[in-house]
């Protein structure tokens, strides 16, 4: 009996028995075995492939935790065996992966600035933790305390919801001051070669000098690399620009991703001011003050258009600000405002009442023209 | 470093080696994303539900079988996964809604060769393939692209190897009789056109003559 294509290809050698066959069946069976040989494989992208490891790792690293202490007490040999292998497995990773992790961690939690209330810290080991006003993080002590059994790399993240701030001391003894709608994210332990964290928002530095161990805060657009020094960096997604600001010391700036520019360093009581839009980096000798004033809680203007006072005070407030009518906004203000003043106050200065009518709702003011 | 063979790295795993965890995942994740991407494509679904695999597989080590198929294994464990998912994130619920398999073929870019009609022979067949029922599809990828056996096949598809070989069966007729029906059809269409028109056809046609 003829032998037909399907016979052969249902069969359980059937590249092997296609050799036997009649030129037609041999034909067709073999371009329909090519074409399914041939097909495309479809592979996660490098960024994804690690990624979704480190996803996998980060939540069977937290359903291990519990059962650990128990399995230690029973099968204590085997643990330190298990463990052995597993810290040898780590630190093999840790160098390779430390800033794809730092990313990683920066960018899965950006959506608690807008979603919390309180500032809180989101600690290595998952915990999340709410921090009262006007108390300070400190996370000092972890460095010495925590001998070297950490098997991975973890990392805190700590998030301001607009209307808070908070000062934060990292491991390494060097200072934070965080704005309003800002997170921070850097390691629990920082590694001995250097230190990098992971800014969105706006940050008041205090670096531990370390010649040694360079700092390096990371930004959307740009990294900041330190040796000691005191600066600040604004880098708000919804700005239209991200400035550093220098103190004291000496940084280098370089861009990143898209934005794409000489490595920079810059000299004490200088601003380096990037627009995004340009991705252009200006540097200004202007008096660095009014960019820092917010420690203070002092906002100073120097012919600051209104539109950006309106924004930052929104940040401060966590107020939206609603100006019905478009004239004003390019109107420029130089002075101080007093951000412990309640917020009507300092719109009332910004907009005259014999003009302006201000209409208070809960998180919202609208300002319309008279 | 020590090469294993798969199943010593599962083995291995299941006695609570790490890093034989991170080679089984190295070893699986691409192929069992081809596979699932076929299946649903929705990428965030896809990278879900290999999370929630292999998550689970830590979870449950201890119980697992360490004499699988671990090929197999994944791969009906990622299917099913898929599967539910796409259950909770459409509403609808219809079986046949949430049964979908592309073999992806008319996207790709292919070295043409120099023979035309060879060329437009393959580019029929591939759309015949594409227009195959799912499950025909689905068969025919874990067998010819992923290289399995009947038996592999059938337990990721959940089926007996018997009906696999039907699945391979028909949809090797069925690709067949289309393909003979097309030159039929081809032929029948030309041998009716008054001959001048002839050079004037597009090379579909022509090629399909011989």
């Not at chain 2, 949809?171 to 393909?179: C, G, H, Q």
Request: proline share 3%; aromatic share 8%; glycine share 4%.
């Amino acid at each position: 009996m003829e032998r037909k294509v399907e016979d052969i290809l249902s069969g359980d050698s059937p590249s092997e028995d296609l050799d036997k066959e009649a030129a037609d069946v041999r034909k067709l069976g073999n371009r329909i075995l090519n074409i399914l040989q041939s097909t495309r494989s479809h592979k996660l992208s490098s960024d994804a492939y690690i990624a979704l490891w480190m996803r996998i790792e980060e939540t069977t690293r937290k359903s291990v935790r519990r059962t650990r202490q128990i399995r230690m007490l029973r099968y204590s040999a085997v643990a330190c065996v298990v463990l052995t292998l597993s810290i040898f497995f780590w630190n093999k990773q840790v160098h390779e992966m430390s800033y794809e992790s730092l990313l990683y961690n920066a960018t899965i939690s950006q959506n608690l600035i807008t979603e919390e209330e309180e500032v809180s810290i989101r600690q290595g080991n998952g915990q999340q933790m709410l921090i009262s006003d006007g108390q300070v993080i400190d996370l000092r002590s972890n460095e010495e305390n925590e001998n070297r059994q950490k098997k991975t790399p973890t990392f805190n993240t700590v998030t301001v919801p607009y209307g808070k701030r908070i000062e934060v001391i990292l491991p390494d003894n060097s200072k934070v001051w965080l704005n309003a709608g800002s997170q921070l994210t850097f390691p629990t332990i920082f590694e001995t070669a250097e230190r990098r964290v992971y800014l969105e928002g706006e940050g008041y530095f205090d670096v531990e000098g370390e010649l040694e161990r360079p700092f390096y805060v990371h930004t959307a657009n740009m990294v900041v690399k330190v040796l000691g020094t005191t600066f600040n960096i604004s880098s708000y997604k919804d700005d239209p620009f991200a400035s550093t600001v220098l103190l004291s010391g000496e940084i280098e700036l370089q861009g990143v991703g898209e934005t794409l520019f000489e490595p920079h360093v810059l000299k004490p009581g200088t601003a380096a001011v990037l627009r995004k839009d340009s991705k252009r980096l200006s540097i200004s000798n202007e008096t660095v003050e009014d960019h820092i004033s917010w420690r203070q809680k002092q906002l100073i203007l120097k012919n600051t258009p209104l539109a950006e006072i309106t924004a930052r005070l929104e940040r401060v407030y966590n107020t939206d600000i609603k100006v019905e009518s478009a004239s004003g906004a390019n109107e420029t203000f130089s002075g101080r405002l007093d951000l412990t003043q309640p917020l009507t106050n300092l719109l009332t200065t910004l907009y005259n009442p014999l003009e302006y009518q201000l209409q208070k709702e809960e998180r919202r003011i609208i300002i319309n023209k008279r | 470093m020590t090469n294993y063979s798969h199943i010593e790295y599962w083995q291995r795993f299941i006695q609570g080696d790490q890093e034989a965890f991170r080679s089984l995942y190295d070893l699986y994740a691409n192929a069992l994303f081809s596979y699932a991407i076929r299946y649903c494509a929705d990428e965030e679904i896809v990278k879900d539900s290999i999370h929630d695999l292999f998550v689970d597989l830590h979870r449950y080590r201890s119980r697992l079988n360490p004499h699988v198929n671990v090929k197999a294994y994944l791969f009906g464990s990622l299917r099913r996964k898929v599967v539910e998912s796409k259950k909770k994130s459409i509403d609808r619920s219809i079986s046949a809604e949430n049964y979908r398999f592309r073999l992806g073929l008319e996207t790709e870019d292919y070295i043409t060769l120099s023979d035309d009609k060879e060329n437009e022979v393959l580019t029929k067949l591939r759309a015949e393939m594409e227009k195959l029922p799912y499950r025909q599809k689905e068969a025919l990828y874990l067998r010819f692209t992923c290289e399995m056996s009947y038996e592999q096949v059938a337990q990721i598809m959940d089926i007996s190897i018997a009906s696999c070989r039907t699945l391979i069966y028909r949809a090797v007729k069925d690709l067949r009789l289309r393909m003979e029906n097309n030159k039929i059809s081809q032929l029948l269409f030309i041998a009716f056109l008054p001959v001048r028109k002839i050079n004037d056809q597009p090379i579909t046609s022509r090629s399909m003559l011989i």
